[in-house]
């Protein structure tokens, strides 16, 4: 049913889309046929020049028509104040011609607002223009014309630029009043390309806002969402070029292309690690290196992972703080998953007396470890010979754990106590440094002088005191004998205080519920940000 119904959805998307394209067709190309006559204005009211160029096809009729042209076309520069036309010049002028051309551009001047006051003399086909103009502009535009003359040699500029104000202010004023009349008569065609701009752009818009039909195209939410938001972007500079098409403005859009382009390298330099991060968030997200929940070790960086946003990867540090590290660095970084695979091991290391038996003491440390209900019995908790010293050998222990059941740092910790307390239950030594004190011989000889008289002189005193060696030898037993009196008391006092109340949860391997509890309060809470985490996804 779901799937009829969404097929059944798409099929009326489809067929609305069909009838909104054919909509904009009628709106776009019959305007254009009814305003061809508008459209030159329009340009003209937006300050679009045409490119177009019209051949006329009498080149006699085409020279008078251009000479009673008012528009200023470009010519040749004006050096030191002369400007030279580059027709060829005549070997018989006559000043009938002369008295023509001067009569030919007074006639010009007369029908061009500012060029009035402009005086123009004529010698061998040399023109030479005197007067008044209010600006540079129209003085520019005098000597174009005049260079635009067949006959002309060239042209001599003597004008005075007398930079009136009020001249120029009402040339201004006038130029306004003319353009701002044209845009009047513009408005209903420049309606027509803003309601076609807004239709596409809420067309592009709607369909990019339909987040289940993006999802279906892609299970991976950021990937949907770049579809998404890349489609709207289209519909944009698609309606764009609609608008700037009717009202006959595409050389706009270039312009507009073209500083987009030129903005565009500056801002890509500008964010370019915001341009890496992004990438990163994109690549991230396709390849799925870890799931919420997971325990990992990014650079160094502990914690568990709360979600991936477009932005950073949030994890709860195991001392219950919110970490934020930039996707870049997880992309480019090195990460441990712990939760990858639940067996992890743990190593300790215990040292027995070098007179003891080191096999001895591994068989007796490996049984007290597997009577810990956290120890796994594959792989197998072993023990190695990891160095002999001075006065101990070391012993190395390693145990495999479910970590998904068991606190790592609990277990070995309780792991190293059952072990210790085996060893010496057994009467294996836990020995401290021994340090051994060599003299030579005379010295030697003159202890062992010294302790023979003393010896003799105590018998003498006293018959029932022991002698000195007697002495030493006793002494070194009630060493002992306090040693494990004082061992004996320690173990009492720790069964009577493991007895006690709480005394359950230092002997719990069980992880840390509180900091999972955390890990579940923080993923439910809504997140503007969408977690790109999806355990649909594949997993790298």
């Not at 009814?34 to 096809?57: D, R, Y």
């Not at 003799?456 to 009196?485: C, L, M, V, W």
């Not at 069964?495 to 993923?523: F, H, T, Y």
């Amino acid at each position: 049913m779901a799937a009829y119904f969404d097929r059944s959805v798409i099929r009326r998307c489809l067929k609305a889309w069909g009838q909104i394209w054919l909509l904009l067709s009628i709106i776009c190309w019959l305007p254009a046929y009814a305003a061809n006559e508008e459209v030159g204005s329009i340009t003209a009211a937006l300050g679009i020049e045409s490119t177009e160029e019209v051949v006329p096809e009498d080149p006699a009729a085409s020279e008078n028509e251009v000479a009673e042209s008012s528009t200023p076309l470009p010519a040749p520069p004006v050096i030191s104040g002369q400007s030279t036309n580059n027709a060829q010049i005549e070997t018989t002028p006559t000043p009938q011609k002369d008295n023509d051309i001067r009569q030919r551009i007074k006639g010009i001047f007369s029908e061009i607002e500012g060029l009035q006051a402009v005086d123009v003399n004529v010698t061998q086909g040399v023109v030479t223009l005197t007067g008044e103009t209010p600006n540079e502009k129209k003085a520019q535009q005098a000597i174009n014309l005049t260079n635009r003359l067949t006959d002309v040699v060239t042209v001599e500029d003597r004008i005075d630029r007398t930079l009136d104000v009020q001249d120029n202010v009402t040339t201004v004023y006038q130029g306004l009043m003319a353009q701002g009349k044209t845009l009047v008569k513009a408005l209903p065609l420049l309606l027509v390309g803003l309601v076609i701009f807004v239709l596409v752009t809420w067309l592009g818009s709607w369909l990019s806002n339909r987040k289940r039909m993006w999802q279906r195209l892609t299970p991976n939410p950021f990937v949907a969402e770049l579809l998404a938001q890349t489609v709207k972007v289209i519909f944009i500079v698609f309606g764009l070029i609609l608008a700037l098409s009717l009202i006959g403005a595409e050389t706009i859009l270039g312009t507009l292309l073209g500083g987009a382009g030129v903005i565009g390298i500056a801002v890509g330099f500008a964010v370019k690690d915001t341009i890496e991060n992004y990438i990163a968030s994109l690549m991230l997200s396709i390849r799925q290196p870890f799931r919420a929940r997971d325990h990992i070790v990014i650079n160094g960086q502990e914690g568990i992972v709360v979600r991936l946003t477009s932005r950073a990867t949030i994890l709860m540090t195991l001392d219950g703080n919110q970490l934020r590290i930039p996707n870049a660095e997880v992309f480019k970084g090195t990460i441990l998953n712990y939760t990858k695979n639940p067996e992890r091991r743990f190593t300790f290391e215990l040292g027995v007396d070098a007179n003891d038996d080191p096999l001895a003491a591994i068989k007796v440390g490996i049984d007290a470890i597997h009577t810990l209900d956290f120890v796994l019995e594959e792989p197998k908790a072993i023990a190695v010979i990891t160095n002999v010293g001075d006065s101990n050998i070391v012993l190395e222990f390693q145990v495999w754990v479910d970590q998904s059941e068991t606190d790592f740092a609990k277990a070995r910790s309780i792991a190293i106590r059952e072990t210790k307390h085996a060893l010496e239950n057994a009467g294996f030594t836990l020995p401290e440094p021994i340090y051994r004190l060599r003299f030579n011989k005379k010295l030697e000889k003159a202890f062992e002088h010294m302790q023979g008289s003393d010896a003799g002189r105590a018998t003498t005193n006293k018959k029932t005191e022991p002698t000195f060696s007697g002495a030493i030898y006793h002494t070194q037993d009630d060493e002992r004998s306090i040693d494990d009196k004082d061992k004996q008391q320690a173990k009492a006092r720790a069964k009577q205080v493991l007895q006690g109340q709480n005394a359950e949860e230092v002997l719990n391997a069980r992880p840390d519920e509180k900091l999972m509890a955390k890990v579940e309060q923080e993923i439910a809470e809504s997140s503007d940000e969408t977690d790109l985490l999806n355990s649909n996804s594949p997993q790298e």
